[in-house]
């Protein structure tokens, strides 16, 4: 069963704590927002981005920190090169950036390396033509579309995209994390100057499903970097879309509250 730890709202949304077993999960509205059982994908999302990030000193923007497996997976990736890395993760909740830090981040990621800053900030705030990212990572909502922050929606649509595309360098790459296959999004993508590859990582608790980790280049991958990545091209038909790998309703018998 799961204990409930603490709970916070704002911006219209609850959000609530969850541990069992040394596993923390966030619910949003009493929706299961991010669960700690259940992490390949956000694991092989900061690998992917590690690995595309091959400057000495890479800059890497990420939106969203969830549970920070995507960012622990990121540092490892990196190596000895997270010492002279500029990380900066961007996180709208506050609650969320409180839990980490008191109750994730001991057991997940107990040191960061200076140059990974943790800030509550909208992940739009950091993108402009100015900053000349390496790699961004998106991961803040459950697709190419806007779950509770509605102004994400911006993001995902050409002049968003194209804005993204504006803050990487030109052998930069943008990130999606995806929990469904949207090619209406890859057609915007490539409408947008980007060229689109893709990764599935399949879903724990659900064989007919599989997360998509988007992949988008100002370059075009090389076929032996695609080979050796895992990556494959995106369709993009407009009109086609797989549906959604749903996100939990609250369990039927109620968790227990922490002393």
């Known amino acids: 069963m799961w204990t409930h730890i603490d709970s916070d709202s704002s911006n219209g949304n609850q959000l609530d704590l969850y541990e069992r077993n040394g596993l923390y999960m966030i619910r949003a509205n009493g929706w299961e927002l991010m669960n700690g059982e259940y992490h390949a994908s956000e694991d092989q999302l900061g690998r992917l981005a590690g690995l595309l990030a091959r400057a000495p000193r ?35 909740s506050g609650a969320v950036l409180r839990w980490f830090d008191s109750h994730i981040s001991p057991r997940l990621l107990a040191t960061r390396p200076p140059g990974a800053r943790l800030v509550e900030s909208d992940v739009a705030n950091h993108l402009g033509a100015h900053r000349r990212w390496n790699v961004i990572v998106l991961d803040v909502d459950n697709g190419p579309e806007a779950l509770s922050t509605p102004g994400n929606a911006m993001l995902y649509g050409e002049h968003g995209l194209a804005r993204c595309r504006d803050s990487l360098t030109p052998s930069g790459h943008l990130l ?18 980007f060229s689109a590859t893709k990764q599935t990582v399949p879903f724990p608790v659900r064989s007919d499903q599989a997360h998509v980790l988007y992949v988008l280049s100002r370059q075009p991958i090389s076929m032996a970097d695609r080979e050796r990545l895992g990556l494959v091209t995106s369709g993009c038909n407009p009109g ?15 968790s227990t509250s922490a002393p």
Do not use: M
Not at 71 to 89: K, Y
Not at 176 to 193: I, K, Q, T, Y
């Open 176 to 193: 999606l994390w995806a929990g469904f296959e949207d090619p209406s999004f890859v057609h915007r993508a490539r409408a947008a100057g």
């Open 58 to 92: 890479p800059k890497i923007l990420v939106g969203g920190l969830g549970l920070g497996y995507t960012l622990a997976s990121l540092l490892e990736t990196l190596g000895q090169r997270r010492t002279e890395a500029s990380i900066t993760v961007a996180e709208r």
């Open 240 to 254: 086609g879309r797989r549906p959604a790998v749903p996100i939990h309703p609250p369990p039927s018998t109620p």
